[in-house]
């Protein structure tokens, strides 16, 4: 029985040595360094669009090909004017496809752009609604694109 032991103890803090190595040098960062000031960044543009009563609709499910996507704007439940909105879509495994539009208002507080899906997977959408140049809400979504 001692023998077994001797034998699984190094094999033990052998395999713990090489987790360990392997985790430390393909270490993601998936800790934010300047965690801090970036949360209270977010909580003071949340904030921000709390007051401004801000909403942003979801867009419909994206799909290969060519889309239009259409979002809903409001402002304390009124549609939104003049806002400028900026639409990001890209592709989670690669940037090579990633592409950014001017949202052109369509009605008061309808506003539209289009984007190409070249392949299906895991695609990222996102809005930015700036008014006088400062950014007042950003919001994500993403779409298995099949």
Avoid at 37 to 45: G, H, I, V
Wanted: hydrophobic letters at 40%; proline letters at 3%; charged letters at 20%.
């Amino acid at each position: 029985m001692k023998l077994f032991f001797y034998i699984i103890y190094p094999l033990f803090f052998f395999a713990m040595g090489c987790g360990i190595y392997v985790a430390f040098r393909d270490a993601e960062g998936l800790v934010d360094n300047n965690y801090y000031e970036n949360s209270t960044r977010y909580f003071q543009a949340k904030a921000l669009e709390e007051r401004l009563g801000i909403g942003v609709s979801t867009p419909d499910s994206l799909k290969r090909g060519y889309n239009i996507i259409r979002i809903k704007a409001t402002t304390h439940g009124k549609p939104l004017q003049d806002g400028a909105l900026t639409l990001f879509v890209g592709n989670l495994s690669t940037t090579r496809y990633d592409s950014s539009t001017a949202m052109r208002q369509l009605s008061p507080g309808l506003y539209q752009a289009t984007a190409t899906i070249p392949f299906k997977g895991v695609w990222f959408a996102k809005v930015d609604l700036r008014q006088q140049q400062q950014l007042i809400t950003t919001k994500k979504w993403f779409f298995n694109v099949q």
